[in-house]
């Protein structure tokens, strides 16, 4: 299929680069060249503007850091026209970020106004999935819609599922998220409690991990550094999941939890910790280093 793919940051790379390995004709957009000049080595196409990337496609991927640019990129900002003003043809619109439930239904309503499908489709798995190909897919929009993205969507992810109505891979995404910045602040927390009581990390971590405190986290992304090969927290927390997305995502989650008036305290708390460990400095690093957090003063 012909795909445009915009937003090439640590997931929407190797999304991307899937999607070429997979056969697609893809032709990508990002505001950094250098992003553009690596996926065009391997193989895709590169436009100057989005729009030209859009023009021809039967599918339009992105795959933006927040709302903001989602809305900018489709509905236009400071009086300059969107995207959905710009196509000519009616592509399948599949937007991969994780963006408020508010934002995906007022762009998904103009994009229907405007005859175009538009499925919100955030994603789970961290860089390592969108490198493997094994990502989750938590999407929100038309049935319909849903069946025409699943080939699409296989070719970058393993587990696929239809949440709902517009929003709902949203609403879906920000609880995901949600368990998950409680699940990497608590591990960090236990990790540094049985450091400094002598425990080695490894050891620790190995109990942890067959008892009842097993979790994600312990299984594919420990926090603590020289633990876990591969992982984040051995790359001295570089690239990743920023600790500013996870952030940006637990407050999605209080603002979701207000409007409903929802009783999340450990969300809270967590929103709490990495706005504290965003403040220090660490914004631009992966969230694991919030283990770091628990370690002030060594």
């Known amino acids: ?6 937003g090439l940051g640590n997931m929407g790379a190797p999304m991307a680069s899937n999607l070429v ?12 060249e250098s992003a553009m000049q690596a996926l ?7 436009a100057a503007t989005a729009e030209g990337a859009a023009k021809g496609a039967e599918v339009v991927i992105s795959m933006l850091p927040a709302g903001v640019h989602v809305k900018g990129l489709y509905l236009g900002r ?11 043809a009616k592509p399948l619109i599949i937007d991969a970020s994780t963006i408020s439930p508010e934002d995906a239904r007022t762009v998904a309503a103009a994009a229907k ?7 919100d489709a955030p994603v789970s798995g961290g860089v ?3 490198k493997a190909g094994t990502l989750t897919f938590i999407v929100g929009g038309e049935a319909a819609g849903f069946e025409q993205a699943k080939p699409v969507l296989e070719a970058m992810g393993k587990n696929i599922f239809h949440a709902g109505d517009s929003g709902a891979g949203q609403v879906a995404k920000i609880c995901n998220n949600m368990l998950l910045g409680i699940l990497m602040s608590g591990t960090a927390e236990a990790l540094a409690l049985g450091v400094k009581n002598g425990m080695d990390p490894a050891v620790l971590s190995e109990i942890m991990k067959q008892s009842s ?6 299984n594919v992304y420990n926090p603590w550094p020289g633990v876990m090969e591969g992982s984040a927290a051995s790359r001295d927390y570089q690239g990743g999941f920023l600790t500013d997305l996870m952030a940006k995502d637990l407050g999605l989650a209080w603002e979701l939890a207000l409007g409903s008036k929802s009783t999340v305290p450990m969300g809270s708390q967590a929103r709490n910790l990495f706005a ?20 002030a003063g060594e």
């Open 276 to 295: 504290l460990h965003s403040a220090q400095g660490n914004g631009a690093i992966d969230f694991s280093s919030i283990q770091k957090l628990y370690r």
């Open 21 to 32: 390995n997979a056969g697609h004709d893809v032709t990508v957009f990002d505001l950094v």
């Open 40 to 46: 065009e080595n391997e193989g895709a196409n590169r």
């Open 213 to 218: 405190g097993g979790n994600w986290a312990l």
């Open 78 to 88: 400071d009086g300059a026209p969107g995207l959905l003003d710009a196509l000519e």
């Open 1 to 6: 299929m012909k795909i445009a793919f915009i």
């Open 113 to 119: 106004k405007k005859g175009l499908t538009w499925l």
């Open 128 to 130: 390592g999935g969108a």
